[in-house]
C-alpha cells in the first residue's frame, strides 16, 4: 500500500529528472506527484491512527455531544461533498456520550468521509443521531453482499481502481471499528449494489 504511491513519484521524478518530459507537460508530471504524496501522507495518518489503537492506550473521556459533533463533522466535509455534487445534512436529537471525542470524531468522519467518495453525483449522505444511536445512510454505489463481512478489514477494498481514484487508504472502516470498539459499540451494515449503503453505530 506504501509502495504504489512512492513508485508514482519516483516514477515522474525520474522522467523530470532525465529531461525526457516535454516542458508543457512538466505541470501533470508536478501535479501528479503532489497528488500521490498526498495519498501518502493519509495512508501514514490512517496508520498512525490505527496503531494507536492497537495499542490501547487509556484516553480521557468526556461527555460527547453526539449531535454537535456530527454537525461538526458535516461543516469539515461540505467542501469535499459539494465538489462531487454530494448534499450532506444531520438530524435527529443530541444525545450526550463519556467517550473519547477523537475517537468518535473519528466513526463519525470515516463514516462519512466514504459515503462521499462512493456515492454518486447528485446523492446525498444522511446523518441522523438518535438516543445511543449514530446512523449514516447514502445514496452511493452500494456494497454487493459478498463483500459486506470483510469491508472493516484493513486494506480491504470492494473496488480497487474506484478505492485509488477516490483517494481512499482502505483503513477508514477499520478505523470505524476500532473505535467503536472501544466505547462497546455495535456495528449494523446495510447496502445493496448500486442503491446505498446505512450503517449504524449503536451505543451501549
Do not use: W
Not at 525520474?14 to 501535479?31: I, Y
Not at 454530494?86 to 467517550?99: D, K, P, Q, T
Not at 447514502?138 to 473496488?159: L, M, N, S, W
Amino acid at each position: 500500500e506504501l509502495k504504489t504511491p512512492l513508485q508514482g513519484i519516483i516514477g515522474s521524478a525520474e522522467l523530470l529528472e532525465s529531461g525526457m518530459v516535454k516542458t508543457e507537460d512538466a505541470p501533470r508530471f508536478v501535479g501528479h506527484i503532489r497528488k500521490e504524496a498526498s495519498r501518502l501522507v493519509n495512508l501514514i495518518e490512517d496508520i498512525i491512527r490505527l496503531s494507536q489503537l492497537d495499542e490501547g492506550v487509556d484516553l480521557p473521556k468526556e461527555n460527547v455531544d453526539m449531535l454537535a459533533l456530527a454537525e461538526e463533522v458535516k461543516t469539515i466535509l461540505q467542501p469535499s461533498a459539494a465538489q462531487k455534487n454530494v448534499g450532506i445534512s444531520v438530524s435527529g436529537e443530541g444525545f450526550c456520550l463519556s467517550g473519547v471525542r477523537r475517537l468518535l470524531y473519528e466513526i463519525i468522519y470515516n463514516l462519512c468521509d466514504n459515503a462521499i467518495k462512493y456515492n454518486i453525483p447528485g446523492g446525498s449522505v444522511q446523518i441522523r443521531v438518535e438516543q445511543n444511536k449514530l446512523i449514516v445512510s447514502d445514496t452511493g454505489i452500494g456494497i454487493p453482499a459478498e463483500h459486506q463481512d470483510r469491508v472493516f478489514e484493513r486494506f480491504y477494498r470492494v473496488d480497487k481502481s474506484h478505492s485509488k481514484q477516490s483517494g481512499g487508504t482502505g483503513l477508514g472502516l477499520s478505523i470505524v471499528k476500532h473505535a467503536a470498539a472501544r466505547h462497546d459499540a455495535g456495528l449494523e451494515l446495510e447496502s445493496e449494489a448500486g442503491k446505498g449503503t446505512t450503517i449504524r453505530a449503536i451505543f451501549p
